[in-house]
């Protein structure tokens, strides 16, 4: 009896493993098993059970067995494997990667390995094997382990401060100084237990009791639940030798109970619930949407409604309606659009039906949140990207918020749309599906406009606030006036010394890209980069660092240049620092904070930040695009962005749709309260046609103007693309992978079909990778996909390496 089995390997192949006969009768498609490969133990799901092996097929011979079944039940439904299926092949990603992503991180059982030093390495290291020559490099491994005796690769790798060449590893391997073993990853999360005490019965009536027995028992007369230790001892100063003495004498119980991680916790509450009578145009939207979730059956919609128009207020009635009849709903949201705010509004409102799955969340509240959702105690599920897997068992709505947001493609394998999924997921269910923006998509407008969805708008703001006033600040007359380039033009500061004035608070967004700092040399010009990535280190000027944003790589500012050794060192310093510390000096009286991915990094800081703004504790908020998202802060009355330039210059078609949804929903953070709002964009190119269509909040009128340039160009919608990634440490061998994969497309590639590349990628050289890339347009996406498989499977039989080549279907970047 044989299993078809999926792993979470980056290859799209199945593999096959006995099964005896007792587990093979219970074991259900899409249950997780432990399986030998290679040397390792990895997690894996059946995809078939067979009673003899199928036709094409290894030999029996090679077949192993798999070490157990890992669960007593599948834990992953028939419904949610279809979708896994579709996600696999529709992205070309491993289905035992896609899998992996429909479970909570955490249950997933790995082997890792792990490198001990030998005693003939102690006695190299030390010198007492004459014999033996070290070079440098090996040498400082063996010290690593000599000091600590027990390590995987990812330990010693940061402590060494870099990442150990492959063959000095193996030289210490073969040389047996060093020796690898296979360990199960422990690091799996449970159900989290604690300890609990509750009364025995006729305890009350128990006599000579000493002063602390006394008091315990009177704590648990008053409360009706178990009550934790941790919480008697905080209380009542109680020891746990009294408690273990008094469970002797059968005072009281003491046992473990199971609790639930809440993540709602530590938020604080800074939303009240308010029910609101819904507007006249929230009133049609809604009749609309009821009506189609009645069809019970697939209905894509778009609502197109500006900033501030109350769609939040929309999914919150659907959702309620839906509470009422007993189905479940799925809200999905950009990751910075997740903030805890928005969290306790939808609990607010909904109560304890809601779920919540996002990155910030630890691994242990995920999984009890995603346990609490399989056994149907959660009937709403709000989450970021992954969250479109989430365990919903009679699902019949689905709303993606800012539904143009980029951040719902995910960059790794599995590379899923998660809007896209969410549609599909739509039609597997017969589901309602929600895609809301105030900037849609460009290919979502256009099928809206083709009929494909349904198309629903919300043209106003609530109370018929109006859209703010955006004006461009043209820094070309700025510089010719005040004679110097400046951060913050003449224009932009006099409007945030009014708002100052006035005591209403400010906005300011500061476009990362451009205004990251870094070193240059002034004798010899170069720029000092990160020895992983082909990427300039960004200076730091408050930790006195220089840091790579790519691999997380830092090292301590230098005196002297690395290159030529001269000590005329410049320091640029990073954008928002830098800005931060002008706006200081310009305005000392000012509450001044900033929000990027450096301050937000610790937990909860993030919430902190806004929750201070919100407050008005702070005067100016200052930040990265984290800023822009689905924050109500009615007192803020002046947006500024500092330069819409980088962003129009990017080498990627899309950047002309993204610098439009950011400066829009930038501009929509303005006058959402009582006070008219104001936005002020600096640049150099005001005539480009971008930032005329945001100065007229004229959505319809970019999207004209930016279709005719995509059919021009041959871009989608009007096209499928896929962008072929080729990454490895060994620069010949990315080579030769690169070009027999462009050999292998030309060969199969129809007429329609257009091959742009292969070129080395605008980033290339990332985490010591070398990067090449490929861009393939086609006008029918099944062409794409046919072309796609047969190179593929053509290449493995000429040695093409398919771990190194990365598939990325409708990117959303191209980088
Ligand atoms: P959007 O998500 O479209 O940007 P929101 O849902 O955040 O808009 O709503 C904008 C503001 O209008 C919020 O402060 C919200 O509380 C308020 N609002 C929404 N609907 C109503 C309503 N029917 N009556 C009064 N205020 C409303
Ligand atoms: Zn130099
Ligand atoms: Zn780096």
Redesign the pocket.
């Known amino acids: 009896m044989f299993l078809e089995v999926a792993l979470p390997l980056p290859l799209r192949q199945t593999f096959y493993y006995r099964c005896p006969p007792f587990e093979f009768r219970r074991v259900q498609t899409g249950q997780r098993v432990l399986v030998p490969f290679r040397n390792r133990k990895l997690t894996g799901y059946v995809i078939h059970q067979y009673d003899e092996l199928p036709l094409g097929s290894p030999n029996e011979g090679s077949i192993r067995e798999i070490f157990c079944v890992l669960d007593g039940e599948s834990l992953i439904s028939p419904e949610i494997f279809r979708l896994a299926g579709w996600v696999s092949d529709y992205y070309f990603a491993s289905l035992g990667d896609v899998l992996k992503c429909c479970l909570p991180t955490g249950v997933n059982l790995r082997s890792k390995n792990r490198f001990s030093i030998t005693e003939a390495g102690l006695a190299a290291l030390s010198g007492r094997d004459s014999s033996a020559s070290l070079l440098p490099a090996e040498r400082a491994v063996l010290a690593v382990f000599s000091e600590k005796p027990n390590f995987d690769l990812r330990q010693v790798v940061s402590l060494a401060g870099a990442a150990i060449p492959e063959n000095t590893l193996r030289k210490l391997l073969s040389n047996g100084w060093l020796r690898s073993e296979q360990v199960l990853d422990r690091k799996v999360v449970s159900a989290k237990e604690q300890l609990v005490i509750s009364l025995e019965n006729g305890a009350a009536t128990k006599t000579n009791l000493t002063e602390s027995q006394a008091s315990v028992i009177r704590f648990l007369e008053k409360s009706k639940w178990p009550v934790p230790v941790s919480t008697l001892h905080r209380e009542l100063l109680v020891s746990y030798s009294t408690l273990r003495s008094m469970a002797r004498k059968r005072m009281v119980h003491l046992y473990k109970n199971r609790v639930q991680r809440d993540p709602f916790e530590d938020v604080n509450h800074f939303a009240e619930h308010?029910v609101?009578?819904?507007?006249l145009e929230?009133k049609q939207v809604f009749g609309e949407l009821d009506q189609s979730v009645r069809a019970s059956h697939f209905v894509p919609v778009l609502l197109h409604?500006?900033?501030?128009?109350?769609?939040?207020?929309?999914?919150l009635s659907i959702i309620e309606c839906m509470l009422r009849e007993q189905k479940d709903s799925l809200v999905l949201m950009p990751e910075i659009g997740l903030t805890p705010r928005v969290a306790q509004e939808f609990r607010a409102r909904l109560g304890h039906d809601v779920a919540i799955l996002h990155s910030g969340l630890s691994d242990g509240e995920r999984f009890d949140e995603w346990w609490r959702i399989k056994r149907g105690d959660a009937k709403v599920v709000i989450g970021t990207r992954s969250a479109v897997f989430a365990p919903l068992q009679n699902l019949k709505l689905i709303v993606v918020?800012e539904e143009h947001d980029p951040s719902y493609k995910q960059q790794e394998s599995p590379r899923y749309h998660a809007r896209d999924t969410a549609l599909m997921r739509g039609k597997l269910t017969n589901s309602l599906v929600i895609l809301?923006s105030?900037t849609p998509a460009i290919e979502t407008f256009y099928n809206a406009r083709k009929g494909k969805y349904k198309y629903l708008s919300?043209p106003s703001?609530?109370?018929s606030?109006p859209l703010p006033a955006v004006r461009l600040v043209d820094m070309r007359m700025d510089f010719t006036e005040s004679r110097k380039r400046s951060v913050f033009s003449r224009d932009l500061s006099q409007a945030i010394q009014e708002r100052l004035s006035r005591g209403e608070q400010i906005l300011i967004l500061l476009n990362r890209r451009g205004f990251s700092g870094f070193v240059t040399c002034r004798s010899c010009g170069q720029n000092i980069r990160c020895r992983n990535c082909s990427i300039s280190l960004s200076y730091h000027k408050k930790r006195n660092v220089l840091l790579c944003h790519y691999c997380g790589y830092a090292q301590k500012t230098p005196k002297l240049c690395p290159h030529c050794g001269s000590e005329y060192l410049h320091y640029l310093r990073e954008g928002t620092e830098k800005a931060e510390a002008l706006l200081a000096r310009m305005f000392p009286a000012a509450r001044i904070s900033r929000l990027d991915r450096d301050s937000a990094g610790k937990k909860n800081a993030h919430a902190q930040i806004l929750s201070q703004f919100q407050k008005q504790q702070v005067d100016i908020l200052l930040g990265t695009q984290m800023i822009s998202k689905?924050h109500?802060f009615?007192n803020v009355t002046l947006v500024g962005i500092l330069s819409a330039d980088h962003s129009l210059a990017f080498p990627d078609f899309h950047c002309a749709e993204r610098t439009f949804q950011l400066l829009s929903q930038m501009s929509?953070r303005a006058g959402?309260?009582e006070l008219a709002g104001e936005v002020l964009i600096q640049t150099f190119y005001p005539e480009h046609y971008c930032l005329k269509f945001v100065t007229l909040h004229d959505f319809t009128g970019f999207y004209e103007k930016e279709i005719r340039f995509r059919q021009f160009m041959h871009y989608p919608p009007f096209t499928a693309l896929a962008n072929i990634l080729v990454r490895d440490k060994n620069l010949e061998s990315a080579v030769r992978t690169i070009n027999l994969f462009n050999d292998l497309l030309r060969e199969y590639a129809s007429s329609d079909i257009k091959i742009l590349g292969p070129t080395l990628s605008p980033l290339a050289k990332i985490k010591l990778e070398h990067r090449f890339q490929m861009l393939i347009k086609s006008k029918s996406r099944r062409q794409l996909k046919e072309v796609l498989k047969k190179s593929l499977l053509a290449g493995t039989q000429r040695g093409l390496e398919l771990r190194k080549v990365h598939i990325d279907i409708d990117p959303v970047t191209l980088m």
């Open positions: 308010v609101r009578e819904l507007t929230q409604g500006v900033t501030g128009s109350g769609k939040t207020e929309i999914y918020d809301g105030a919300l703001r609530v109370n606030r689905g109500d009615p929509g959402r309260g």
